[in-house]
């Protein structure tokens, strides 16, 4: 079974500074694709980003962009010229590539603007 | 973008009673939709994927008799918690991915209160 593994339960940042937010996995497979989610407080789960395991370019939208270590098994998001509406939960996810679509969530990281 | 609505958004019912959460996909079909549960400051907990025409696959550890699931058409699956407890009360998220498309969208979310 994968496990998706997000080390940092809170992370602060200065506005208009970067942060970077950690994701580890574990999986035996080797075509799947990995998602950032962000779920601010109203609770609506936002997709940020979204990166394919056979892509070696690593993802990027708009201040948005990831770390993506195949061989490490890594995934960290960063986020750049933060901004107060970036404060949220942000979950790290999996999903295999054979079929069912079941997505496997980390335990979030609690982003914290600091104005 | 793909927009996924849940209804209701908040429900509080009796203990013992049975309430009923749609899911509905607005601007795509799916033949699959998930049922998460997140408590909270928690991450999201799947519980069941739901199948257009066919029996809902749970989730160890989720009754089936408790959380019933329908997916009755391409763009609505239904949630019954039957004989809520107040250990029931939680929030509750449904997701759908278009066809063909890794990406899952989410409803806004239902939080039930049973008292």
């Known amino acids: 079974a994968q496990t998706v593994t997000q080390s940092q339960p809170e992370m602060s940042v200065q506005e208009a500074e970067t942060v970077t937010l950690s994701c580890t996995y574990d999986?035996?497979?080797?075509?799947?694709?990995l998602f950032w989610y962000k779920q601010p407080p109203s609770r609506q789960m936002i997709l940020v980003i979204r990166?394919?395991?056979?892509?070696?370019q690593n993802a990027t939208e708009n201040r948005f962009s990831v770390n993506f270590q195949k061989a490490a098994k890594s995934f960290s998001l960063k986020i750049s010229d933060s901004q107060l509406g970036d404060a949220a939960m942000y979950f790290c996810a999996y999903e295999s590539n054979f079929g069912n679509e079941k997505l496997t969530f980390g335990t979030g990281t609690r982003l914290t603007i600091i104005p | 973008g793909a927009v996924v609505s849940q209804h209701p958004s908040r429900v509080i019912c009796k203990s013992g009673t049975s309430v009923k959460i749609e899911c509905r996909s607005l601007?795509?079909?799916?033949?699959?939709m998930f049922w998460y549960r997140q408590f909270p400051k928690k991450s999201l907990m799947l519980m069941a994927t739901?199948?257009?025409?066919?029996?809902?696959?749970?989730e160890q550890g989720v009754e089936k008799d408790k959380f019933l699931i329908n997916h009755a058409s391409l763009t609505l699956s239904t949630l019954t918690v039957t004989s809520a407890h107040p250990e029931d009360s939680s929030f509750y998220i449904c997701?759908?991915?278009?066809?063909?498309?890794?990406?899952?969208?989410f409803g806004p979310g239902t939080r039930l209160t049973v008292t």
């Open positions: 990166q394919e395991a056979y892509k070696q």
């Open positions: 997701s759908a991915n278009p066809y063909r498309s890794p990406e899952q969208y």
């Open positions: 601007d795509f079909q799916a033949t699959t």
């Open positions: 739901s199948n257009e025409g066919s029996k809902a696959t749970y």
């Open positions: 999986t035996s497979e080797s075509d799947y694709y």
